[in-house]
Each structure stands twice: as structure tokens, then as C-alpha cells.
């Protein structure tokens, strides 16, 4: 089991960047595929960027490509997601998220049993 705990979330203007930040509490490279989802008002969980660093798999939701970049730190169990160029869009919710890889990343929000607890996003 993985314990995972978020920080990094804000109020900020549209355009601006902001950084979130994942710890885990165990390793996680070569065992977890890391997801960070974005839940908006009214909306299911989705991903919007995932990463493997293993075998280099990254994926990013198109709403976010180009914009959002995802990091593994695998000395601090850390994931991080920079946000740059803003929208009031993305505005919502953002959960680090872990699955065991098993031979596959998933892009589902069932299929990840770890989570930490969320952090709120506000673009205005």
C-alpha cells in the first residue's frame, strides 16, 4: 500500500502557474503508475496527466497538453504537476492518485485504489 498526500493548490488568476506536489509514503518507481486527476464541480474524476517513469510513459488529457508538465523525483517519492498558462478551466479539485503498474497503465479513475486527500485549484 501507498499513503500519498498533496500540496501546492491555490486561487489564482487565469494565466498564472502553480505547482502540485505528490509524496508518497513507499517507492514507486517501477511498482505504481502516478496520476494526478482533476474532479470539477459536477464532473467525474478525470486524469489529466499520468506517468511511468520506468518506461518513460507519460499522458497528458488534451485540455492540459502543452500546459501541464509531469515529474517523477524517484529519490523523494515525489510527483509533481506544473501548471502553466492557466484557465478557468482547469479550475477543480486535484487528486494524486497510484495503481500497481501490471504490465499497464490505466487511464480510469476505478482502477486507482490509492489516493491522496485533494487539493483545490481555483483559476479566476
Known amino acids: 500500500h501507498v499513503q500519498l498526500v498533496e500540496s501546492g493548490g491555490g486561487s489564482v488568476q487565469a494565466g498564472d502557474s502553480l505547482k502540485l506536489s505528490c509524496r508518497a509514503s513507499?517507492?514507486?518507481?517501477?511498482?505504481?503508475?502516478m496520476a494526478w486527476l482533476r474532479q470539477s464541480s459536477g464532473k467525474e474524476r478525470d486524469v489529466v496527466a499520468l506517468?511511468?517513469?520506468?518506461?518513460?510513459?507519460?499522458y497528458y488529457d488534451d485540455s492540459v497538453e502543452g500546459r501541464f508538465t509531469i515529474s517523477e523525483d524517484n529519490a523523494k517519492n515525489n510527483i509533481d504537476l506544473q501548471m502553466n498558462d492557466l484557465k478557468p478551466e482547469d479550475s477543480g479539485m486535484y487528486y494524486c492518485?497510484?495503481?500497481?503498474?501490471?504490465?499497464?497503465?490505466?487511464?480510469?479513475?476505478?482502477?486507482?485504489?490509492?489516493w491522496g486527500q485533494g487539493t483545490q485549484v481555483t483559476v479566476s
Open positions: 513507499t517507492s514507486i518507481y517501477g511498482t505504481y503508475c
Open positions: 492518485a497510484a495503481h500497481p503498474h501490471n504490465n499497464a497503465c490505466s487511464l480510469r479513475a476505478i482502477d486507482f485504489p490509492y
Open positions: 506517468i511511468y517513469s520506468a518506461d518513460g510513459s507519460i
